[in-house]
């Protein structure tokens, strides 16, 4: 590693989650990876500290279990904040695909796409080290049942993806659950419960279906900032076009309108259940598409689990210049307080 290569892990304990820092020490410019808003102003400071001049905020995904701080720290000095491409965040100023580079000083960062934990996931390469975001963890793999994850595709991005960097690799992840701070490609390959050891991609699927996890506690909070660059709450820095529909009403105007519900497919089929005839389009990429599909006077209402998720999806439909958008106010969760139909 050159001299003049700059490096810091750091680490907010609400979410395990790790935030990279990397400088070059001679031009100064400087580029964080996994930013949680909560350390927002200990990340700045350190920054300060070292009289660097931060021009990068990279997400290596839509975070579901904390607020990302990039679209608080653009606020303050300006930067630039880059997310996957195939995420769909409008916000962003960079929208990063394979193959694509950013440069702080005379240091690259290569970006991977490596998808399975979510349908949008990225890994970065710099310096003989790679920032798995939740693809690859230490002893471990991120999980695969929300944000239209895949456990196939994620034994793929691993196996043809990061086990294929230098065997030397230092890989750091966005999270740690066990107390460790880095392994290395070549004490995953040898070591990972999940996708080392000569698993296969069957036995793979096998473990990651029996799995069971709860939902992140923070997903509905969080979900929706992160397609808005961290904005919590309504400040979403655009006018709100949409309308908000109560539970009551679209009762009694089911049948006049396109109802999508931009849930997970497991939460679609769960315990809630769904609204008869309603279209599951899980918030992601596939959401875009799925619009463009049908006319801009088309009326729409977008149904989640509490109302956050889908005033994202409302909103995205505003900006793709759809006129007669609502929201469920409450989502399913009032709908099922009220004790309306639901299809399971």
Known sequence: MKQNFLFQQLYEDQSSTFTYLLADSNT??????DTVIETV????????????????VLDTHIHADHV????EIRKRLGIKTAVPKKANVPCADLNLS????????????STLETP???????????????????????????????????ASELYDSV??????????TTLYPAHDYKGFTSSSIAMEIKHNPRVGGGRTKEQFIQIMSELKLAYPKKIDQALPANFSCGTIGKDLGAEIKYKNISPSELQNRLGASLLVDVRENDEYTGELGHIQGSHLITLGESLKPFL????????????????NRSAIA?????????????NLEGGMLRWNELKFPVKK
């Open 159 to 168: 196996h043809k993806k990061l086990f294929t960097l230098p065997p030397s």
């Open 98 to 109: 394979e193959g694509d580079e950013i440069k702080f000083g005379e240091f690259t960062i």
């Open 314 to 326: 409302s909103q995205l439909a505003v900006e793709l210049g759809f006129e007669k958008i609502s």
């Open 28 to 33: 100064k410019e400087a580029v964080l990876i």
């Open 292 to 307: 463009e599909g049908y006319n801009r006077t088309e009326e729409i209402v977008f149904v989640c689990r509490s109302g």
């Open 41 to 56: 102003d200990r990340d700045l400071k350190l920054i300060e500290e070292l009289g660097l001049k931060l021009i990068y």
């Open 116 to 150: 399975g934990h979510t349908d949008a996931s990225l890994s970065f390469y710099c310096e003989d080290m790679v920032f798995s975001g939740d693809a690859l963890l230490i002893r471990g793999t991120g999980r695969t049942d929300f944000q239209s994850g895949s």
């Open 68 to 71: 990302t701080g990039a679209g």
